[in-house]
């Protein structure tokens, strides 16, 4: 008997008691990486027979290699013990795993989208994503995404039954409004490896932000459960007694102080749903021109009409939520070496803290006169 449980999350644990196939599917467009579960009870009338070819025989769209993959990769478990591909399967064991998500049922048509690709050979490829782009299709964006380009940039297409390895496959995402770095598996073993980074959290992931408000420690680290809003299914929130949601926690430190706003890095030691901006928005520093999350009205600041429309001229020049991955760190699935991506900010983002640094200045002066 098969169970298998569809989500978007890395650091979920299998339901040792889920009993019925259950589909999970967020509605937004920058969801976590999605990894299906599968558990299989072996029944009494089992023949022997080596785990590998009895997972290739009960699940549909998987190959035989690509399970091989997985055991080699150590997700796969036979009674809580990792095994090799070689293993018997008997009467009683319980064996779990987890599987990167595969597309499925979907179109994907290439759409020719120039790409910031800033690395790339046989096995993956990085990326610098403009702000703007949605990176998947879905919930009314069936064009136009990442994945469009990607399909364009390999020379491929896909219908809603194809299984193409070179597609390129998204080991993560970031929000459509987020610029910055992205890793793209080009096939299944890398696809494999790079998921497996992301489940133990040894992958680098460092971000640039500007937050409202004038941080009281040059670092810190930020720990709080978080889940979807009971009250906005649009937005997620921080529970802090960690009875709901999910533990995520977000260490940052301090790059230039403007008095009334924060320039930050923070560096994610989980990777939840809007992580940094639920994170920095319940410590009462919300990132600056983030609608979604309280940002994108004065905070901080005088009642004066010229501080006002600076604002205004602000949210002009950036307008989306100020955040950007910057780094990208990981070891590669074939040379095993670490490598490490670096992204400047991009242009928005570097005008609004020259703007700022230059109010701060401006202000220093005219209190220096007073």
């Known amino acids: 008997m098969m169970e298998k449980d569809l989500f978007f999350d890395f650091d979920e644990e299998l339901s040792e008691e889920s009993q019925n196939i259950e589909e999970r599917a967020d509605s937004d467009d920058d969801q976590q990486e999605m990894f299906e579960h599968y558990r299989f009870d072996i029944s ?57 998500y595969q597309r499925r049922g979907l179109e994907i048509l290439p759409e020719n989208i120039p790409l910031n690709i800033v690395y790339e050979d046989d096995d993956l490829l990085v990326l610098n994503k403009e702000a703007g782009m949605v990176v998947h299709p879905g919930h009314g964006h069936f064009s136009g995404t990442l ?40 096939n299944d073993e890398s696809q494999l490896n790079l998921a497996k980074q992301f489940f133990v959290h040894s992958i680098e992931r460092r971000y640039v932000a500007i937050v409202w408000g004038n941080l009281k420690e040059d670092e810190g680290t930020i720990t709080g459960n978080i889940g979807r809003d009971p009250n906005d299914r649009m937005r997620f929130k921080v529970f802090p007694d960690g009875d709901h949601g999910k533990h995520a926690v977000t260490h940052y430190r301090v790059l230039e102080r403007f008095g009334y706003v924060t ?41 004066y009409a010229k501080y006002r429309q600076f604002i205004e001229n602000c949210f002009k020049l950036l307008p989306r939520q100020a955040l950007h991955a910057k780094t990208l760190g990981f070891i590669h699935p ?9 992204s400047p900010l991009p242009d928005d983002m570097q005008a609004l803290i020259d703007k700022w640094r230059k109010y701060s200045e401006n202000m220093s002066q005219f209190l220096e006169e007073e």
């Open 44 to 100: 009494s009338g089992q023949e022997p027979m080596r785990v590998d070819k009895y997972l290739s025989t009960h699940m549909e769209y998987t190959s035989r290699h690509r399970i091989q993959l997985a055991i080699k990769a150590e997700y796969i478990r036979v009674n809580e013990k990792i095994v090799k591909a070689n293993y018997i399967v008997r009467p009683g064991d319980v064996v779990k795993f987890v599987m990167p």
């Open 147 to 186: 994945v469009n380009a990607l399909a364009y940039h390999l020379g491929i297409s896909q219908g809603p039954d194809a299984e193409d390895e070179r597609m390129g496959v998204l080991v993560h995402r970031i929000d459509k409004d987020t610029s910055g770095l992205l890793v793209v598996a080009k």
């Open 263 to 303: 320039v930050v890095e923070c560096r994610l030691e989980t990777g939840r749903t809007h992580q940094i901006r639920v994170h920095f928005n319940w410590i009462g520093h919300p990132l600056f021109n983030d609608e979604r999350y309280d940002g994108a009205e004065i905070r901080k600041g005088t009642i």
């Open 334 to 342: 074939s040379t095993k070496q670490m490598v490490r991506f670096d």
